[in-house]
């Protein structure tokens, strides 16, 4: 009635299922505002069968997604890009030792998302079954065959910042990553190991530090009492 509008169209618009004019939308929109009226979703998932659930999944490094300057910065990005399209965004960590065991959160095996993010390190049992449960499935920051991802290049990033350490003098670059296991720190190892090839530097295992626990701080000090120092860490 506010709307001046049947009560279809309001439906129709409200679940986007109606291409009205700007006018009616802006109409039905105004009306829900001042009627402060909020959508039943458990109603809706009945009538629609879709719950507007977008489940973000990250493999859990032993740092909050808050404090980890990479993941957080994606995790907004995808808060701000669903919004524009009134889905609803969860979220929740895998533990690694739970990748192993096959243990999803019960929004995905009861299909109660309409798609899933997976960001970091999952391993291929663990992806495979949750492609399994028919969900439109992207990865971040990493990578399986036929799945859509999305992932920085690694290898050339890599090589870049020895490239620029090179060009300021230095020759003994230590290099510290991540678990070897993991996607990306696989690719910046090849790309730091194909730089100093490129640029006619031994390779020294010394001056790499693999750090399974991310703990960048202990990596630095190993580096910095080794009897020969590294003049640069990338």
């Known amino acids: 009635k506010e709307a001046k509008v049947s009560i279809s169209t309001v439906s129709d618009i409200l679940n986007r299922k109606l291409a009205a004019s700007t006018a009616t939308r802006e109409k039905v929109f ?8 909020i959508p039943n979703v458990h109603a809706r998932k009945i009538i629609t069968g879709k719950s507007e659930n977008i489940v973000f999944l990250m493999s859990d490094i032993g740092t909050s997604i808050i404090s980890n300057p990479f993941y957080s ?7 701000a890009e669903i919004k524009k399209y009134g889905y609803n965004l969860l979220f929740a960590t895998i533990k690694e030792k739970d990748n192993t065991k096959i243990v999803v959160p019960k929004m ?3 299909n109660n998302v309409e798609g899933i993010i997976l960001a970091g390190n999952f391993d291929t049992e663990f992806i495979t079954f949750v492609r399994k449960q028919k ?9 399986y065959e036929n799945i859509d991802c999305i992932v920085t290049n690694n290898i050339d990033g890599a090589r870049q910042a020895v490239k620029y350490l090179y060009e300021l003098g230095h020759r003994r670059i230590a290099f510290i990553n991540g678990p070897a296991g993991h996607f ?12 100093l090839s490129e640029f006619g530097i031994g390779f020294l295992k010394d001056l790499t530090n693999i750090r399974e626990d991310f703990d960048g701080s ?3 000090e190993q580096l910095l009492n080794l009897e020969t120092k590294p003049t640069a860490i990338f």
């Open 30 to 37: 105004n009306a829900v505002k001042k009627l402060k009226y």
């Open 73 to 79: 910065i994606i995790f907004e990005g995808v808060e």
């Open 108 to 110: 995905i095996v009861e």
């Open 135 to 143: 969900i439109p499935l992207v990865l971040i920051d990493n990578q």
């Open 184 to 195: 990306s720190f696989k690719e910046r190892f090849i790309g730091y190991e194909s730089a």
């Open 218 to 220: 202990v990596a630095v």
